[in-house]
C-alpha cells in the first residue's frame, strides 16, 4: 500500500511537470483564465491518478464474500449474489427505452427536416428542369447575368473587369502578361481531355511575339512561332473543338471546365463551381459572357 501511494505520488510529480513542461507560460500570461485552466489540469491529475490507486487497490486486496454455486468453470467459481438492484433498473429501463425510441418516439419512416428539405430541393430541381428546357439565347444570357451577379462579381467584379487585377478581367479573354506566364510555365488545371499544357513551347522573342498576338484576340497575321501552338490550339486557336482551350474567346467548353475545376493561374486561384451550379445555370454564365465580350 505504501509503495502505491509512493509511486502515485511521484507519477502526480511527473506528470505535472510535464504539464508545466509543455504549457507552463500559462503562468506568466496577464490571462487568468490560462492560469485556472492549468490548475484544473493539475487537479485532474491529482484527481485521476488517486482514482486509479483506489480501484488497483481495491482489486489487489479485496476479497469476495457470499454463498458459491456448485459449478465450477476450469476452476472459476460463481457468487449466488443476487445482480446489484441499480443494475437490473438501468438494464430493463435500456431495452424500454429502445423499443419506445423505435416504435413510438423515432420510427424511422417518420417526418423529419432533413427529408422536407431534401423534397423540396428536388421538387424545386425538377421545376427547373422542366421550366428552363430550351431557354432561348436571351433567357440563358440573362439567366447568367443573374447568376454572374450572386456568384462572380465579388471577385471578377460586377462590370467583370476583374477588381483592381485580383481576378480575371472577363471582358478580354487573356493578357499578355498570362499567356507568358503560362508559355513558361505550362498549366494543368483545367481537365481537358488534351491533359497538360507543356512549359517552354516557346521561349524569347518567339514567346513575346506569341503572347502579344494572343492577347491581341489573334488578330491578322500570326507570327510564325505559333505554329507550335497551332498544333494544340489548333490554326484559328480555338482549342480545336474542345480539345484543348479556346484561346480566342470564352466559348462554353471553357467556361464549365473552369467552373469544373478551377483555375490556378498568374493572377490568383479561381475557386471550383463544382456542385454549386447546375448545368443549365454554367451555360448561362458561358452566354452571359460572350454577350459582354461582343459590347
Ligand atoms: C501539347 C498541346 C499544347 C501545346 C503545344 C500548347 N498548348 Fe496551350 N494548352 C494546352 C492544354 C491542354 C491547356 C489546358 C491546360 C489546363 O488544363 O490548365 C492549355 C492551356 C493554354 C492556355 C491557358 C488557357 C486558359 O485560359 O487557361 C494558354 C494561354 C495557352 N495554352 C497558350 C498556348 C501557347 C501560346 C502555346 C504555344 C507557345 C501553347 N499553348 C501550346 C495544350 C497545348
Ligand atoms: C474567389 C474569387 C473568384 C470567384 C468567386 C470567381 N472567380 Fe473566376 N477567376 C478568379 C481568379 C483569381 C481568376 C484568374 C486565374 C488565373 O490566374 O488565371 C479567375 C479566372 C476566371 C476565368 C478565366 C479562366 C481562364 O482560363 O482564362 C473565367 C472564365 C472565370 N474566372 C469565370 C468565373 C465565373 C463564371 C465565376 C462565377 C460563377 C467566377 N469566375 C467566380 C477568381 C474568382
Known amino acids: 500500500m505504501k509503495k502505491m501511494v509512493i509511486g502515485g505520488i511521484i507519477l502526480i510529480v511527473a506528470l505535472m511537470a510535464g504539464t508545466y513542461f509543455v504549457a507552463g507560460d500559462a503562468f506568466q500570461s496577464d490571462d487568468y483564465i490560462n492560469a485556472l485552466t492549468m490548475l484544473g489540469a493539475f487537479a485532474i491529475i491529482v484527481i485521476t491518478v488517486f482514482t486509479v490507486l483506489k480501484y488497483v487497490n481495491q482489486i489487489k486486496n479485496d476479497t469476495a464474500t457470499g454463498e458459491l454455486a456448485d459449478e465450477s468453470w476450469d476452476g472459476i467459481g460463481e457468487f449466488k449474489n443476487p445482480i446489484p438492484s441499480g443494475w437490473g433498473i438501468i438494464f430493463i429501463g435500456t431495452i424500454v427505452w429502445m423499443l419506445w425510441y423505435f416504435f413510438i418516439g423515432y420510427p424511422t419512416n417518420q417526418f423529419s427536416q432533413i427529408g422536407q428539405y431534401n423534397d423540396e430541393v428536388n421538387e424545386y430541381n425538377s421545376k427547373f428542369e422542366k421550366q428552363w428546357k430550351n431557354p432561348s439565347k436571351e433567357t440563358l444570357e440573362a439567366m447568367g447575368e443573374s447568376t454572374f451577379l450572386v456568384q462572380c462579381s465579388p471577385c471578377h467584379g460586377v462590370d467583370a473587369e476583374g477588381i483592381a487585377g485580383k481576378a480575371q ?56 512561332a505559333f505554329s507550335a501552338c497551332a498544333s494544340c490550339h489548333g490554326p484559328d486557336g480555338k482549342g480545336m473543338n474542345g480539345m484543348a482551350p479556346n484561346l480566342a474567346e470564352y466559348d462554353e467548353t471553357l467556361v464549365t471546365h473552369v467552373l469544373e475545376h478551377g483555375k490556378k493561374g498568374a493572377i490568383g486561384t479561381m475557386p471550383s463551381f463544382k456542385g454549386r451550379l447546375n448545368e443549365t445555370q454554367e451555360k448561362a454564365v458561358a452566354a452571359f459572357l460572350s454577350s459582354i465580350k461582343a459590347q
Not at 183 to 195: D, R
Open 169 to 224: 478581367d472577363l471582358t478580354h479573354r487573356i493578357s499578355k502578361e498570362q499567356v507568358l506566364h503560362i508559355i513558361k510555365n505550362g498549366q494543368n488545371s483545367l481537365g481537358y481531355a488534351m491533359g497538360a499544357m507543356p512549359p517552354l513551347m516557346a521561349t524569347g522573342a518567339d514567346a513575346e511575339a506569341i503572347a502579344t498576338f494572343v492577347a491581341g484576340g489573334l488578330k491578322g497575321e500570326a507570327p510564325a
